[in-house]
């Protein structure tokens, strides 16, 4: 079983800045591709940011320049240093980890979420 925690969401006025952590935990062997993802009210859940094993990284065109996207893979886990907010990136944050397990399988896991609201 491997779990994945996100915390940093919050409450920013526009032009400020947040930091999201998503720390995975539990019969982990490797973690591959991390990555997070947001889900607005009435909007389908998009890909924002990924960042590969080796350090490859991938943003969506709309948070380029902004935010940034790291990995500690000695503490499996993955931030999102979030600038420059806009009220456009008020959504539900989600993280996920493509996990090879101890136990020899391979699947994608997701964290609980946290919300980041911008709003004056």
């Known amino acids: 079983q491997v779990q994945l925690v996100e915390s940093g969401g919050g409450l920013v006025q526009p032009g400020g800045s947040l930091r999201l952590s998503c720390a995975a935990s539990?019969?982990?062997?490797?973690?591959?591709?991390m990555g997070w993802y947001r889900q607005a009210p009435g909007k389908q859940r998009e890909l924002v940011a990924s960042?590969?094993?080796?350090?490859?990284?991938n943003y969506a065109d709309s948070v380029k320049g902004r935010f940034t996207i790291s990995r500690d893979n000695a503490k499996n886990t993955v931030y999102l240093q979030m600038n420059s907010l806009k009220p456009e990136d008020t959504a539900v944050y989600y993280c996920?980890?493509?996990?090879?397990?101890?136990?020899?399988?391979?699947?994608?896991?997701w964290g609980q979420g946290t919300q980041v609201t911008v709003s004056s």
């Open positions: 539990g019969s982990i062997f490797s973690i591959y591709t």
């Open positions: 960042i590969t094993s080796g350090g490859g990284t």
């Open positions: 996920n980890a493509d996990v090879h397990t101890r136990v020899g399988t391979r699947r994608g896991y």
